[in-house]
């Protein structure tokens, strides 16, 4: 099993750091890594954010994960050459069109949560996303307007087949839930009231319905749905919804949970091969201090074994690991705590 590991900028190479030490702690048969440049220190290195080498490497393994990319040296570099292009090339080069990011409180985390406690502690629900769609890939550019004003277009739009897709995705990640104790139930999110592209998405996910019965589909505008998030984010079990509409509710659940410093994710094609990252970014400001929390990327390197290498136990073994941590009062400063990235890394591999 070849896990490509793309560690990238900011405190991207801390956080795949302790999630390494945690995966080599388990002792799994056959487990292998190869290492590679990703974002702007692939660009400083060799001009370019995603070097074929890099991709040939993530096209080979049989997962990857990832740390961050963004670097503030790169901002005025043209579109194409920014680092976040990185993982933007990774999606469509490798099709993974299916972000799943789970939101769960820890009960010891409660009360590091901006919700009251009884409305935090409800929360268990899973977001996701379309991920090779809508505004971030159609058409876009600047244009000069008749009256000569500079104008920016950024074009939203989905086929039947992308939305078909993600749509059963979502539907039987609502069956898989139900099996393991969650609702079974699935929540489109659109905005269909003033979007056609949200009104083909309502049509063909209530089309797509009808195979699952066993699955309770209801419908949200986006705007309701980020209110009811923080006033009764409990209601919800499964979560799905296009890429742009996914991108801002799914960074506002990490806040719901505490910290976004806690959200892994999983970016899946067809096939279940993911790419497995924290949805927390670089964090240039604190990178190379050792401050970061590194719980998302070890979550995420969880999601890894249960999604693509089928190794459900050790994946449960990571998350009780994590959650005993928190109880024995592991806390980066994102949680009120004082505890460096490698104490936490450390307090995790004591409670494994």
């Not at 159609?138 to 009256?147: F, H």
Request: hydrophobic share 45%; with cysteine; net charge negative.
């Amino acid at each position: 099993m070849l896990i490509a590991l793309l560690p990238g900028d900011g405190i991207g190479p801390e956080v795949i750091a302790q999630a390494r030490r945690v995966l080599d702690a388990l002792a799994i048969d056959g487990l292998v890594y190869e290492e590679a440049l990703v974002g702007g220190v692939a660009y400083k290195a060799v001009g370019h954010p995603l070097p074929a080498e890099t991709l040939d490497i993530a096209r080979r393994a049989d997962a990857i994960l990832f740390g961050a990319v963004g670097d503030p040296d790169c901002d005025a570099l043209e579109r194409h050459l920014r680092p976040e292009q990185a993982i933007l090339g990774l999606r469509k080069e490798l099709t993974l069109f299916a972000n799943l990011r789970p939101a769960k409180m820890f009960p010891e985390l409660a009360d590091a949560s901006t919700l009251r406690p009884e409305v935090a502690a409800a929360i268990d629900l899973m977001i996701v996303r379309e991920l090779t769609g809508d505004v971030y890939f159609g058409e876009k550019g600047m244009r000069k307007t008749a009256d000569g004003q500079r104008e920016g277009y950024d074009v939203m739009c989905y086929s039947e087949s992308e939305v078909r897709r993600i749509a059963h995705v979502a539907f039987r990640t609502a069956q898989a839930r139900a099996k393991n104790g969650g609702g079974g139930k699935l929540c489109s999110v659109d905005k269909a009231n003033v979007l056609e592209t949200s009104q083909l998405w309502r049509d063909v996910v209530i089309e797509t319905a009808a195979e699952y019965p066993d699955v309770t589909l209801t419908h949200m505008y986006v705007d309701n749905a980020a209110m009811q998030l923080v006033r009764n984010p409990g209601q919800f079990d499964v979560i799905v919804t296009g890429n742009l509409f996914g991108d801002i509710l799914s960074d506002q659940a990490s806040m719901c949970v505490g910290s976004i410093g806690m959200l892994a994710s999983a970016s899946l094609d067809s096939n279940g091969k993911g790419l497995y990252e924290p949805i927390h970014g670089s964090a240039p400001d604190i990178a190379g201090q050792n401050k970061a929390n590194p719980l998302a990327t070890i979550l995420s390197a969880a999601m890894m074994l249960r999604y693509s290498l089928n190794l459900p136990a050790q994946a449960d073994r990571i998350e009780a690991a994590v959650a005993k941590a928190l109880a024995g009062g592991a806390r980066g400063a994102d949680l009120g705590g004082s505890m460096s990235t490698v104490q936490i890394g450390d307090a995790v591999l004591a409670a494994l």
